[in-house]
């Protein structure tokens, strides 16, 4: 299962991210666990500089703009695959795609 985070203090970009990801999450029938980061100081523990952020599985992936749905996917899929390496033994995924 994927841990998809929406960083943000929920305005309407922070809305369209999360209905961007959980089209993409559907699209691909992946299953995903949906948290909205809002506190200010849960959301500078992310190396972002401005919002809303979008985080897979604990990798900053994308801040500052409304990703497409595209580009979501390939994101989500790409995490799924690093989900599956670390199942039968392989490291190294990297903590921030931007």
């Given at each position: 299962?994927?841990?998809?985070?929406?960083?943000?203090?929920?305005?309407?970009?922070?809305?369209?991210?999360?209905?961007?990801?959980?089209?993409?999450?559907?699209?691909?029938?992946?299953?995903?666990?949906?948290?909205?980061?809002t506190d200010y100081a849960k959301i500078m523990?992310?190396?972002?500089?401005?919002?809303?952020?979008?985080?897979?599985?604990?990798?900053?992936?994308?801040?500052?703009?409304?990703?497409?749905?595209?580009?979501?996917?390939?994101?989500?899929?790409?995490?799924l695959e690093d989900s599956r390496r670390a199942v039968r033994g392989f490291s190294g995924v990297?903590?921030?795609?931007?």
């Amino acid at each position: 299962m994927l841990t998809i985070k929406i960083l943000g203090p929920g305005c309407p970009n922070c809305k369209k991210v999360e209905e961007t990801a959980r089209r993409a999450a559907a699209g691909l029938g992946a299953q995903a666990e949906f948290i909205k980061v809002t506190d200010y100081a849960k959301i500078m523990e992310y190396p972002i500089l401005s919002t809303p952020g979008l985080v897979v599985d604990e990798t900053v992936v994308c801040s500052g703009r409304i990703p497409s749905e595209a580009e979501v996917m390939s994101w989500l899929a790409d995490a799924l695959e690093d989900s599956r390496r670390a199942v039968r033994g392989f490291s190294g995924v990297p903590q921030c795609r931007l």
